[in-house]
């Protein structure tokens, strides 16, 4: 175990000198002007001005020379300052991190928990009404965007019958210190469910087939002739067996739930990191567009890695692959 863990973690580094690369180069050649990003669009300079800024940050010089200084920038901490917020990347990021970590997580459980149960009565309940409907359902919203699926739940529940607001973290033009609970919570309702509800359909038909392969097993037809019960078979054979392969495919969701997020906190106006990426993409904030890139990439791969640890610790021939 330590040895795999130890070879993920090497991966991970040359994972991020890749997407540090790929996301430099994307940007260098993009046609986004990181000067006039941050000076805005009407102010007009004089070319003087213009190359002295170059120089200060550095635009004057080569591409390898530029991705090297921001590279060891980077190493050492320093993200760069946003052009949008006029602060610190480090310190947008971290504003905005624990919004999408809650709302993520959220999804992430209630999406496994219910992906699970939903598969699992498909299962037990094969070819009648219950197995129909659940397969539609699955079917139906595997094939559904999230971000049409969130516009239909803001016209739905926010404009026709008003249960939920329409976005954002808080009430408009209220300072966030004095945001009560209850209204985040009001407000983190809607986001949280649209993103679940795509994520429960994978889960969902996995665990469906996973749970039919246990129940069509010769071990559980001699349980069904010793007069187990259908509860008794869940409980003794289904659970067991189709369980671990569920919780691994989960863990390995986190690059759907993040891409995911990203629609869901642009369609609600969720002030979370996707929502962020969204604005410095669309406005030329190239520091915080490649901070967040690379902060997702870890979170990515820290998913892939505990699906990894997680099937290893279960099957020694995962371990002796790897």
Do not use: C
Not at 7 to 23: N, Q, Y
Not at 163 to 172: M, Y
């Amino acid at each position: 175990m330590p040895r795999l863990i130890l070879l993920r973690v090497l991966r991970l580094g040359t994972l991020l000198i890749g997407v540090s690369v790929l996301a430099f180069t994307l940007v260098y050649n993009s046609p986004i002007d990181p000067i006039q990003a941050y000076i805005g669009a009407d102010v007009n300079i004089t070319d003087e001005q213009l190359a002295k800024l170059r120089e200060h940050w550095g635009l004057d010089r080569s591409p390898v020379e530029q991705y090297l200084a921001w590279a060891g920038s980077m190493l050492q901490g320093d993200f760069g300052t946003s052009t949008l917020y006029k602060a610190p990347v480090i310190d947008v990021m971290g504003a905005r991190f624990g919004a999408s970590l809650a709302l993520m997580g959220v999804a992430w459980t209630m999406s496994g928990v219910l992906g699970y149960l939903l598969g699992a009565t498909a299962a037990m309940h094969r070819g009648r009404l219950a197995d129909r409907v659940i397969s539609w359902y699955s079917y139906t919203l595997s094939a559904t965007p999230t971000f049409w699926l969130g516009i239909v739940f803001l016209i739905v529940f926010s404009v026709w019958l008003g249960w939920f607001p329409v976005g954002l973290a808080g009430p408009l033009g209220v300072p966030a210190a004095d945001v009560t609970f209850a209204q985040r919570i009001h407000h983190f309702v809607l986001p949280a469910i649209t993103l679940s509800a795509v994520g429960v359909a994978n889960i969902a038909m996995h665990t469906r087939e996973k749970m039919t392969d246990v129940l069509n097993s010769d071990y559980v037809a001699f349980a069904r002739a010793r007069g187990e019960s259908d509860s008794q078979i869940f409980r003794n054979h289904g659970f067991r067996n189709s369980v671990v392969p569920a919780v691994t495919l989960q863990f390995a969701y986190f690059a759907e739930l993040f891409g995911g997020s990203v629609l869901a906190e642009t369609v609600f106006s969720y002030p979370g990191l996707g929502s962020t990426l969204t604005e410095a993409a669309l406005g030329g904030d190239v520091p915080l567009l490649l901070g967040i890139v690379l902060v997702s990439a870890v979170f990515v791969f820290t998913g892939n890695l505990i699906a990894e640890v997680v099937n290893a610790a279960i099957d020694p021939r995962v371990r002796r692959r790897a």
